[in-house]
């Protein structure tokens, strides 16, 4: 299994980001995907997740009407688009799926919401 997140970076407060996550080694539509964040001295939290299909999806109290996650199963693709993007939302940003009972996680990427 292997994640790897991209499109992270620095935006000012208001500013709009859409990170991706290219998943392969398993079989992908067959599987909810997540996306967690960390900000530094916290525990990393959980701000979306997406069922198969996409028929489902849930976030985190703070991002609701402001973050969207969606999946291209033909692509083996899971993104976050997120707006209006605050300060607090500066963190590390992980894609996660849950496979067989083992937690498989990308090496993240950063985004920070400054002016």
């Known amino acids: 299994v292997q994640l790897v997140e991209s499109g992270g970076g620095s935006v000012q407060p208001g500013g709009s980001l859409r990170l991706s996550c290219a998943a392969s080694?398993?079989?992908?539509?067959?599987?909810?995907m997540s996306w967690y964040r960390q900000a530094p001295g916290k525990e990393r939290e959980l701000v979306a997740g997406i069922s198969i299909f996409g028929s489902s999806r849930n976030y985190k109290d703070s991002v609701k009407g402001r973050f969207i996650i969606s999946r291209d199963d033909a692509k083996n693709m899971v993104y976050l688009q997120m707006n209006n993007l605050k300060p607090e939302d500066t963190a590390v940003y992980y894609c996660?799926?849950?496979?067989?009972?083992?937690?498989?996680w990308g090496e993240g990427t950063q985004v920070t919401v400054s002016s």
């Open positions: 080694g398993f079989t992908f539509s067959s599987y909810a």
């Open positions: 996660y799926v849950r496979k067989m009972r083992n937690d498989y």
